[in-house]
């Protein structure tokens, strides 16, 4: 699950919603640093409310990636991805399509999400927005497996940019996938995967239900 899918059942929430975010924020930004559950769910009771709400966002988020990452849903279509995808460049070997797959479900997730609650990306974006990052920083840094002065910064560029809307174009979809491909040092995907795109994101779509069994939610038409 991406930052919007966590987030989406909390906006009314501004500081649980940033915590589900959190986890993700730092993949990006500074590796070396993480904010696990078992650190986090110590401050849930914190006597400041704005703390209390970041760490059990934190926790949200690891338990929510748990039940969803293995979800028979999920795995299954993983791994027909990663076939999928590796039948479009000649059988290639390495971790490059599993893990193409995985992050292209969890964006066309995020996509399906902003068509079925139309307003809700924009709300979603308005409402971290509402936290302070640099407050946000330094509860992280009460529990983080280290230190970090990256979370604060990434944070905005994250509210800035607003990559999400991208994910409802295969184009542009393909461009956020290369970039994460990017920072973790892989080698980018080329446009000949862009017409079997279209057929992931469709059956991604169909599967909404059985990838979300645990969502926060109730899904439309569920």
Not at 36 to 47: G, I
Not at 64 to 79: A, E, L, S
Not at 104 to 111: G, N, P, R, S, T
Not at 166 to 194: F, H, M, S, W
């Amino acid at each position: 699950m991406n930052c919007f899918t966590h987030a989406l059942p909390f906006l009314d929430n501004p500081s649980y919603a940033v915590g589900t975010c959190i986890p993700d924020w730092l993949a990006g930004s500074d590796r070396k640093c993480r904010a696990r559950e078992k650190k986090a769910v110590l401050f849930v009771d914190h006597d400041d409310p704005v703390v209390a709400n970041i760490a059990k966002g934190v926790v949200q988020h690891h338990r929510d990636d748990y039940w969803f990452h293995t979800g028979i849903q999920f795995q299954q279509t993983n791994i027909d991805f990663a076939v999928q995808i590796r039948e479009h460049f000649d059988n290639e070997k390495g971790m490059r399509t599993g893990f193409v797959g995985h992050i292209l479900i969890e964006m066309y997730l995020d996509a399906w999400l902003d068509k079925k609650y139309p307003g809700k990306l924009s709300e979603f974006y308005q409402t971290i927005a509402t936290v302070d990052s640099a407050k946000v920083q330094s509860t992280i840094n009460l529990f983080a497996t280290r230190p970090t002065n990256r979370l604060a910064p990434a944070m905005l560029h994250f509210i800035d940019e607003r990559y999400i809307f991208d994910y409802q174009d295969n184009a542009r979809t393909l461009y956020r996938v290369n970039r994460v491909l990017g920072k973790i040092g892989l080698e980018p995907i080329d446009d000949r995967i862009l017409p079997w795109m279209d057929t992931a994101r469709q059956r991604v779509y169909a599967e909404v239900d059985e990838l979300l069994t645990k969502y926060p939610i109730t899904l439309p038409g569920a």
